[in-house]
Nanobody, 124 residues
């Protein structure tokens, strides 16, 4: 089992930045692909970014490419999502997830472990 807890969400103005963290405990976090997803009210959960177990490879949704950066520090059992140039349409609950899959596989049901989520609100 892997337990995940997100933090770092909040309210920010458009154009601003936030850094989300995902703290992991339990089984070896470093052996799993980590992903970030988000879900806005009334919408399906959507893929944001993923990173390989080593951190060497990353993959982004087109909507966040060039603005968001995913990273991880396996020594600290922590993953990160740096979000810059935020837009009101980025407003959502953000979730981190972990699983044994490829970084290009973006379907939420392919991830095994999930955090409870953290709210990000971007005002215009």
């Amino acid at each position: 089992q892997v337990q995940l807890v997100e933090s770092g969400g909040g309210l920010v103005q458009a154009g601003g930045s936030l850094r989300l963290s995902c703290a992991a405990s339990g089984r070896t976090f470093s052996s799993y692909v980590m992903g970030w997803f988000r879900q806005a009210p009334g919408k399906e959960r959507e893929f944001v970014a993923s990173i390989s177990w080593s951190g060497a490879n990353t993959y982004y949704a087109d909507s966040v490419k060039g603005r968001f950066t995913i990273s991880r520090d396996n020594a600290k059992n922590t993953g990160y999502l740096q979000m810059n140039s935020l837009k009101p349409e980025d407003t959502a609950v953000y979730y981190c997830a972990a699983g044994s899959l490829g970084i290009y596989e973006t379907a939420p049901w392919l991830y095994t472990y999930w955090g409870p989520g953290t709210q990000v609100t971007v005002s215009s």
